[in-house]
Structure formats: C-alpha cells, structure tokens
C-alpha cells in the first residue's frame, strides 16, 4: 500500500493512518514504532497495548495553517502474508512528512500485528479522530486475485 494522505484534525500535527482487517474492532492490535522528529530527536513506543487498528501510514494536517498547511503525509505499507490462515497477520510501514521546508520533519517505521489466524479478506483504513482531506490518495497494490 501506497498513500500520500492529509487529514482534517485541525491539531496542526500528524496523525496516523490505521486499517482494521476483516471487520475487527476489538483490541486485538498490537503496534510498534521507532521515529525521529526533526526538532526533538529519536523516540520509540514498544508496543504491547491493545489497538483497535494497525498503524500503517501517516497523515499531515493542514487545516490549521501554519507550517503544516497543503503538507502530505506519505507512507509504504507491507502486509506480510495476508492470506496464509497458520499466523497472525504482520504490517510494516516506512513513512514521513516535512513541514513546507521549514526545518521540521518527522520520519518513522512502524509494525503492527493482528492477532488473528484468518485470511484478511477485507481492510478499513481511516484516521482515527479525523478524516482524510481532499487530494489524499491510497493505492493497493500486490493483491493475489
């Protein structure tokens, strides 16, 4: 998955873009992430809470102006073998933005996992708290018909 993303928080932030796989609300999402921010160095979370989604992109926020304003969040998203029915399910994503040039960015990698054995049939990607915004894109790609 491919994504050039904004969102219509009005936090002047980024936020992350989540999928559930299959329908799945419940907690049964784990995420891990390593990332630096231009302006305060490298963090990490390590992950072993319940999530309600996997973490698997970033997106900007422009409506608040600022530095943020017309910025896209972009991000490369993997999900290792979605359809093998004997393992619960891994995401990988590589993901950035910059603020309009003005010296602040944030880089990140991230995993999720999905607790869950089943194929992923189907996959709901939003922004938790917020909506994508106009010119925002996804692509799948890669998919086994």
């Known amino acids: 998955m491919i994504a050039k993303a904004n969102s219509n928080s009005g936090y002047n932030s980024t936020l992350g873009i989540?999928?559930?796989f299959n329908g799945d609300t419940g907690g049964n999402y784990?995420?891990?992430n390593f990332y630096g921010?231009?302006?305060a160095g490298p963090d990490s979370n390590a992950g072993g809470t319940a999530e309600t989604g996997a973490d698997i992109g970033i997106a900007?926020?422009?409506d608040t102006g600022g530095n943020m304003s017309g910025n896209y969040g972009v991000s490369i998203c993997t999900i290792l073998d979605y359809t093998n029915i004997n393992?619960?399910?891994m995401t990988r994503s590589f993901e950035g933005d910059d603020h309009n040039n003005t010296g602040y960015y944030r880089l990140q990698t991230q995993a999720s996992v999905w607790k869950n054995t089943s194929a992923i049939t189907s996959m709901t990607?939003?922004?938790s708290g917020a909506d994508f915004k106009q010119y925002s894109q996804i692509a799948l790609y890669g998919i086994r018909g």
């Open 18 to 20: 989540r999928a559930r």
């Open 30 to 32: 784990e995420v891990s």
């Open 37 to 39: 921010l231009s302006y």
């Open 60 to 62: 900007s926020d422009g």
């Open 87 to 89: 393992k619960f399910k």
């Open 125 to 127: 990607v939003y922004i």
